[in-house]
């Protein structure tokens, strides 16, 4: 399908549902580069850092440096589990119309935040929106648009949240000069506008017509398919899409199990989902996302704030290439094409990290402006595959009873190497401590090329297969490196 037609498959209720829930997006990237950016802003370290006698400047503590990023991964955890229960049990629509209420109230902590201790659990409870967003945005996107597109569309999710992390950047880069607590406020402040507007524009888009065949509701269910199809497709392409949906479901059991995931050919699906989410983590993105500001700044050579406004613009234009290239290229070659790059930066960050242990002067600076040019690079490996792509790939391959419960396993992984990475990179850069600074990238990119490994032996490419033939493809065995010459899924014998 060529990259410029995606428009065809959309009508206005498909754009609106799409775009919508794209916004919403927005939260995340405004909260993980929020906060990102603003603890290296000098009145942020003075409200809740130490004064260092010897600098004679404020400065975080790395112990709760490490805390703030990554405590706020419980509330994930949590946010994730409430999300994918209520998003089972009472649908899609409900579960988004939850999280944005909490968001709201969370957003208030945030910005009446006074000590440590509140600024914390603001974060760790604006995480629980981040966790149920996570659990349903992705699978409702699945669920809701046309296979040849499907890439596209759940691409956007790390897409709205790239694009959310260059908004905030813009205004951070903007309200930094300003005296006083206003430098941060102003920008955590403005988490209250994307919940308000999602809350009232979600009565307008429908509900998942795969969910609500689930709990047996097949009038609502071709109403919505209708709604999400008329215009663009025919009523003869729609009743048998419904039906093709109704016969996949009919032959699987009523209720999927949690122990089914480690069962059968769902092992294999559940290995692939649990080794996307750990490598999208253990590359080290969250070195460039949640700290980076922080390393740059510590390299003292360029301003802070234009470097990272600059890598969230060039991110952006990244991701949204990689979206429109997804459903054309492929999965697996941008998956593999993003760990080289990533490895190729993490390497020669390292080994410029080397170097710059013997340097110094005008020699030293250069070595650290090559620095920053690696961190870039390594942002534009991970946005064009394993930023966006994790979670199109997590939302493929599941079983269709499973998916639900599939998506927790995969989120969990995801936390968990989030919470492991955001822990102890305060502590693998710090002087006081293994004080490895840019040489973690020799970390990174060791698992960067892991990554490159276990996607050239165990990932498949979806892309133009509704999920339905995605899962007949499993049940008859098909190597996953051959999904993608499989043209003819019909003639396999259904299981």
Not at 217 to 240: N, Q, V, Y
Not at 331 to 359: N, T, Y
């Amino acid at each position: 399908m060529p990259f410029f037609s995606v428009g065809k498959y959309f009508n206005r209720t498909l754009a609106l549902s799409c775009a919508l829930v794209a916004l919403s997006q927005l939260s995340y990237g405004f909260d993980n580069q929020g906060f990102a950016t603003t603890q290296s802003m000098t009145a942020f370290e003075k409200q809740f850092g130490e004064y260092d006698t010897k600098t004679g400047s404020y400065a975080i503590p790395t112990y709760f440096l490490s805390l703030l990023n990554s405590l706020n991964y419980i509330g994930f955890a949590v946010g994730l589990v409430v999300g994918s229960l209520i998003s089972n049990r009472y649908g899609r629509r409900v579960c988004m119309i939850s999280m944005n209420c909490w968001a709201l109230v969370t957003a208030t902590i945030i910005i009446t935040s006074q000590t440590r201790g509140q600024i914390l659990a603001a974060r760790i409870l604006n995480y629980a929106f981040v966790g149920m967003e996570l659990a349903v945005v992705p699978v409702y996107q699945a669920e809701i648009v046309p296979a040849p597109v499907r890439g596209f569309a759940v691409g956007t999710y790390q897409l709205s949240v790239t694009v959310g992390g260059l908004i905030i950047h813009v205004i951070c880069r903007a309200t930094s000069t300003l005296p006083g607590n206003a430098s941060w406020r102003i920008p955590l402040g403005l988490y209250y506008i994307i919940p308000s507007v999602v809350l009232c524009l979600i009565w307008w888009i429908p509900e998942s017509p795969r969910w609500l065949l689930t709990k047996d509701r097949p009038d609502e269910a071709a109403a919505a398919m209708k709604r999400l199809r008329s215009g663009r497709f025919s009523d003869e392409e729609i009743a048998a899409e419904l039906s093709d949906l109704q016969i996949a479901l009919a032959t699987e059991v009523e209720h999927g199990t949690f122990t089914e995931l480690f069962q059968g050919v769902n092992l294999k699906r559940t290995f692939i989902v649990i080794g996307l989410n750990f490598f999208q983590q253990a590359t080290g993105q969250a070195f460039a996302s949640q700290y980076g500001a922080i390393f740059i700044k510590s390299l003292n050579t360029i301003n802070t704030y234009d470097v990272t406004l600059m890598n969230s613009a060039i991110a952006t234009v990244i991701c949204l290439l990689s979206n429109l290239f997804s459903d054309r290229a492929g999965r697996r070659p941008l998956l593999l094409l993003s760990a080289g790059i990533q490895a190729v930066a993490l390497f020669a960050m390292a080994g410029l990290g080397e170097a710059s242990s013997s340097a110094s002067g005008s020699a030293l600076k250069h070595i650290s402006a090559a620095i920053v040019a690696m961190l870039t690079l390594f942002g534009v490996g991970f946005a064009t595959g394993w930023g966006p792509l994790t979670y199109v790939v997590s939302a493929e391959v599941p079983a269709l009873r499973l998916r639900d419960q599939s998506q927790r396993v995969a989120m969990l992984t995801n936390i968990a190497m989030n919470f492991v990475v955001t822990f102890t990179l305060p502590y693998l850069l710090d002087d006081g401590y293994a004080a490895l600074h840019a040489k973690v990238g020799f970390i990174f990119g060791s698992l960067a090329v892991a990554a490159a490994v276990f996607t050239y032996f165990y990932v498949p490419d979806c892309r133009g297969k509704s999920l339905e033939e995605v899962d007949r493809l499993f049940h008859e065995r098909v190597p996953v490196r051959h999904f993608s010459q499989m043209t003819k899924v019909d003639e396999l014998e259904h299981p």
